[in-house]
């Protein structure tokens, strides 16, 4: 029972999250944060991927969050709906929720597809190159879909929605929420499975020394390369989740703020730590809907004592204050983050009888 203690942890964990959420004891207001706190997580460890265990510098991970989110959107739309993109849909709408599974999997690998193209270059350079190439390609892949006229452009693309409803009719129970959590538990999987594997054992080398995993038979261009196009399906999953969740995307949504708000998540967390980077994910989820009363509340104290006046624009400037503050003070006083490179069982021993992925 022990070796699959996290297993049935995490499972009674997700029924009961269902189970509440169909009982109406969590509202849409709730249930969406939740939902929003398990894509981050999924965002973050994919960039952790890169970021921490492989050692390397991505900045421009939500272009690859792009990527999947209008992949996933329009595979959706296609398989399921009626529309004037695509016509009659693919398959009847009583299969989505059975077929839903194919529309995350496409998402992930146009995303690792992307990722493969801007991993070929990117690779061929040292130091901080990467992280040039990779905010590059973050405004690329947005400038691309912006000037794609037939998915929207600029105004976005919609009628996911519609997909989230077919679900509904055939089983009234959150979709969204249930999907999101196998997406999580998956995205956590495969990482866990890849880092403890030979190829992992490879990243770690590179992570290390690149020259001295060269010396010792590496192929460490193909390490990179392999890292990073999971490192990137995983962001499209998480991308295509996010798309349904709001039944609507635009590519500014995963701009460079956005590969920012990755980057404080993996820093906060510890680079190279699962649990560490799935605490902070939560932790900044959990900022980020605070800040939104706070924020409003901070300005209309300001706005009484006549030294600031109240919009919206200015919110969003407060909020780009307070999460680098946040960042600039870890830095200064815990610079390896909540758990470093350690994982809990690190932390807590004990829990290393109870904590085993099977």
Not at 114 to 143: M, Q
Not at 187 to 216: D, F
Not at 231 to 244: E, F, V
């Amino acid at each position: 029972m022990q070796r699959y203690a996290i297993n049935i942890f995490f499972l009674v964990a997700a029924v009961t999250l269902v189970g509440l959420a169909q009982a109406g004891m969590l509202d849409k207001y709730v249930l969406t944060v939740i939902t929003f706190m398990g894509i981050n997580c999924i965002f973050a460890v994919s960039l952790n991927l890169v970021n921490g265990y492989m050692g390397e510098f991505s900045c421009g991970h939500g272009g690859f969050m792009c990527v999947g989110a209008y992949a996933g959107s329009l595979l959706s739309v296609a398989f399921f709906t009626n529309s004037k993109l695509f016509g009659a849909a693919l398959f009847a709408p009583e299969l989505a929720p059975f077929l839903f599974p194919l529309v995350l999997i496409g998402a992930g690998l146009a995303a690792a597809l992307f990722g493969l193209i801007v991993a070929l270059p990117s690779f061929h350079t040292r130091d901080d190159y990467l992280a040039i190439i990779t905010i590059a390609a973050n405004y690329i892949i947005i400038s691309i879909v912006e000037n794609i006229d037939a998915i929207g452009g600029p105004r976005g693309f919609s009628g996911m929605k519609k997909v989230v409803g077919l679900m509904t009719d055939v089983a009234n129970v959150p979709w969204m929420l249930i999907w999101t959590i196998i997406g999580l538990f998956a995205c956590v999987m495969i990482i866990y499975r890849l880092m403890t594997s030979t190829y992992g054992k490879g990243i770690s080398a590179v992570c290390q020394n690149e020259v001295a995993a060269e010396i010792m038979g590496i192929n460490t261009n193909r390490v990179k390369i392999m890292a990073f196009m999971v490192s990137s399906g995983l962001a499209g999953l998480s991308g295509a989740l996010y798309a349904h969740v709001y039944g609507y995307v635009n590519a500014q949504a995963f701009n460079i703020l956005k590969s920012t708000e990755g980057l404080v998540m993996v820093y906060l967390g510890g680079m190279g730590s699962i649990s560490g980077v799935l605490l902070a994910a939560v932790a900044f989820t959990l900022l980020i809907e605070v800040l939104r009363f706070v924020i409003p509340w901070l300005n209309d104290v300001l706005h009484a004592t006549g030294l600031l006046a109240v919009n919206y624009e200015l919110g969003q400037v407060w909020k780009w204050v307070i999460i680098p503050l946040v960042l600039i003070l870890l830095m200064q006083f815990r610079p390896e983050g909540f758990l470093g490179n350690r994982e809990l069982t690190h932390v807590f021993p004990r829990l290393r009888r109870w904590i085993t992925f099977r």
